[in-house]
């Protein structure tokens, strides 16, 4: 039998998304190099599906229809690459290659640079929902060889989680690691999204002293408003799960985050093209502090915390966390979005801003009811310079600012520590200064190593020192 796509590599995305492919009249086969994992999956999983079991490639290969289409679901990294030199003999021109794991966006463009010389159509598609969005429907974020797209469209859209109009959350996103890119982005924040949730709970926990099943009930209360979204409702659910003896599950969970890169790779792109994601980096920060465990221990016996009473006053508090939340939540996409907007310049990519919102909407991790408000931004003005200049996003930053700043306030009163919140804030706060102190430090700069500066009532494009340490002249400097 000919067979449409072959999907190598069934951990359980792959295997799950092979299920979804076979879900939608799909003629799937599948491949994975421990032959057990296979037969175990036609077996058991798969055995009321039409999926043909291979094992080897070559068999694969052979089982495909041309122009082949090959579906890669493994471990980012060398693995890929890997795979790829496996593949590339048994590949002819025009066949389409996939990597729909979680790739660094450099290394799509490498593979895809490389491969268009084999004349092999390479895509990076980020797939986003974990394993039940593979499974029932994925947010998907295509990008590669444009002339790849066309004949895979129609299988991707019959597999993609459909937002509630109907609309496939799939939609092509631009050339080399485009698609990949905008996953690692959705990842990073995701992380902040975490973190920004984890904050929120830790200050209602410890600063207003509330009961678990309150905190559930608040959560879930929240989920119907502005803030709904997948992870406010899972937040909700965790808070409701307990041991046999009556006490919370997450109260027996090793504080200690891990992480696979995502996030990581987000940060330091955007250390590495100079935009301020400081919300998203604080969140990668976050965690790796939460996983030096044995450290803050001893550090909690030297350096202690004095001890504070949860405040009372808990229905102004509250409704300031929830704004706190809010407000943080739009810095942490406008930041994300500025990422973005960066990229695409600097890697010459079309990315629609408001396509990018809408594959989001359902289906993946960050999914929630704020990304309509983004689309519709992005509707009112294709080329919004940043999410704050919406008229809609910078009147709820106005309405949630009071709010915003007692949450901050009551962190800092409780010991409580707040990155993602209060660094949103103070983005908040310089991203709206006209004025900024660093005139100081430019003129610590040019005092220690002769760096110039520029003056505002003169001509920017001439430079300036002061003999700092002599007689204080200032002198123009040629550049
Ligand atoms: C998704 C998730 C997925 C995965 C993360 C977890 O969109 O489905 O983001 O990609 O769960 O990679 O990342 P960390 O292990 O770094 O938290």
């Not at 003999?89 to 990597?99: C, Q």
């Not at 200064?433 to 040019?446: E, H």
Request: with cysteine.
């Amino acid at each position: 039998m000919s067979c449409d796509i072959a999907v190598y590599g069934l951990g359980v995305m792959g295997s799950n998304i092979a299920l979804n492919f076979a879900d939608h009249g799909l003629q799937v086969a599948v491949y994975n190099r421990t032959p057990s994992v296979t037969r175990e999956f036609v077996d058991n999983l798969a055995a009321d599906q039409a999926i043909t079991a291979c094992y080897s490639v070559e068999e694969l290969i052979g089982a495909l229809s041309t122009p082949r289409v090959v579906f890669l679901m493994a471990k980012a990294g060398r693995v890929v690459d890997l795979i790829i030199e496996q593949l590339g003999p048994l590949l002819e021109p025009g066949d389409i290659l996939i990597d729909g794991g979680n790739s660094y966006f450099q290394d799509t463009q490498r593979r895809w640079t490389q491969l268009r010389e084999q004349q092999i159509r390479y895509l990076g598609v980020g797939i986003s929902g974990g394993e039940e969005g593979a499974r029932h429907g994925p947010s998907i974020m295509p990008g590669g060889d444009p002339a790849a797209w066309p004949p895979v469209e129609d299988m991707f859209r019959r597999i993609a989680a459909r937002a509630d109009d109907g609309e496939p959350c799939c939609r092509w996103v631009g050339e080399g690691g485009a698609g990949h890119y905008v996953k690692m982005i959705h990842n990073g924040i995701e992380y902040g999204d975490m973190q920004l949730i984890a904050e929120a709970w830790q200050l209602m926990r410890d600063g207003l002293g509330m009961a678990d099943d309150d905190i559930a009930d608040t959560f879930t209360e929240w989920n119907r408003g502005p803030l709904s979204s997948y992870l406010v409702d899972i937040t909700a659910d965790i808070l409701r799960v307990r041991e046999a003896d009556g006490s919370l599950r997450l109260d027996h969970i090793l504080d200690a985050a891990g992480q696979k890169g995502t996030g990581r790779w987000t940060a330091a792109d955007a250390l590495e093209t100079g935009v301020p994601l400081t919300l998203i980096t604080e969140a990668v920060f976050a965690r790796v502090l939460s996983s030096m465990k044995n450290e803050r221990i001893a550090a909690s016996a030297r350096l202690g915390r004095a001890p504070v009473d949860a405040e009372t006053d808990r229905a102004p508090l509250l409704a300031a966390i929830h704004d706190a939340l809010y407000a943080s939540k739009i810095i942490s996409y406008a930041q994300g979005f500025l990422q973005m907007r960066e990229a695409a310049g600097e890697h010459d990519w079309q990315l629609a801003f408001g396509d990018i919102a809408l594959l989001w909407r359902a289906g993946c991790i960050i999914r929630s009811t704020f990304l309509d408000d983004i689309k519709r931004a992005f509707d009112r003005d294709p080329a919004l310079p940043s999410l704050l200049f919406d008229d809609f996003f910078a009147d709820a930053l106005q309405q949630a600012e009071d709010g915003w700043r007692e949450a901050v306030m009551l962190g800092i009163r409780q010991r409580i520590p707040l990155p993602a919140m209060s660094s949103a804030l103070s983005f908040y706060d310089g991203y709206r200064s006209a004025v900024l102190p660093a005139n100081l430090l430019q003129a610590q700069r040019d005092y220690f190593g002769a760096h110039t500066y520029r003056r505002i009532d003169r001509d920017q494009a001439l430079a300036w020192h002061t003999h700092w340490t002599g007689d204080r002249a200032e002198v123009p400097v040629d550049e």
